[in-house]
């Protein structure tokens, strides 16, 4: 594991932390409250914060893993808005849809949850493929 990979690692780990937060911590939450009976209470939550961080970390790990090991000569723009489509439908889109499933979730919240991550996770795209494209190709 290089040096470019740890980095990307942090990179987007800052960045999936951060946005989470925003998604789920600001847009999402009035959204939640109204379904506190669902969540633990935010001072029973906190207890658990150091798991959330860990999910994080490893998130992040796997998202750069896998970009890695499939970045191909190609525009970096365009390969990290490909990936984070990827992800969106192997994670996102479907994770959701099952708690929608299995939790009394209004159907607007899980658009919402949808919409929200699936833009943050199209951002994470584009930084893992800004942090592994290639350098030495000048422009123009």
């Known amino acids: 594991m290089s040096k470019r990979f740890f980095l990307a690692w942090l990179v987007v780990f800052i960045a999936w932390f951060i946005g989470s937060f925003i998604v789920h911590g600001v847009l999402l939450h009035a959204d939640y409250a109204q379904l506190s009976n669902l969540f633990r209470k935010e001072a029973e939550a906190q207890n658990f914060f150091p798991l959330m961080i860990l999910a994080h970390i490893i998130m992040s790990g796997a998202f750069v893993w896998i970009y890695a090991r499939g970045v191909e000569p190609k ?42 991550d699936g833009i943050l996770v199209l951002i994470l795209g584009a930084i893992a493929a800004f942090m592994y494209r290639d350098t030495t190709v000048k422009p123009g």
Request: hydrophobic fraction near 50%.
């Open 75 to 116: 525009p970096w723009l365009g390969q990290g808005i490909r990936y984070g489509v990827a992800i969106i439908l192997l994670t996102t889109v479907p994770l959701y849809l099952i708690y929608y499933v299995v939790q009394p979730m209004p159907g607007a919240t899980v658009a919402k949850q949808i919409v929200f």
